[in-house]
């Protein structure tokens, strides 16, 4: 098996570590409301989706 001739440096393996650091999440604002989303799901708060109501939700 091979085996690595030097040693890796810190900043090479941080370079490597930080290209997959989390992003948060993209998120739509509700036209009727305001609440916040996430993009091409039902709203959770009313559940309406593209502007139809698809979900029963008790407030």
């Known amino acids: ?10 900043q090479r393996s941080r370079k490597r570590r930080g ?5 948060a999440p993209q998120l739509s604002k509700d036209s009727t409301d305001g609440t916040r989303f996430r ?13 139809r109501q698809v ?4 407030v």
């Open 55 to 58: 979900l029963d939700i008790e």
């Open 19 to 23: 290209a997959n650091r989390y992003k």
């Open 1 to 10: 098996m091979a085996t690595p001739k030097r040693k890796h440096s810190k």
């Open 39 to 51: 993009p091409h799901r039902v709203n959770p708060a009313n559940g309406m989706y593209r502007g």
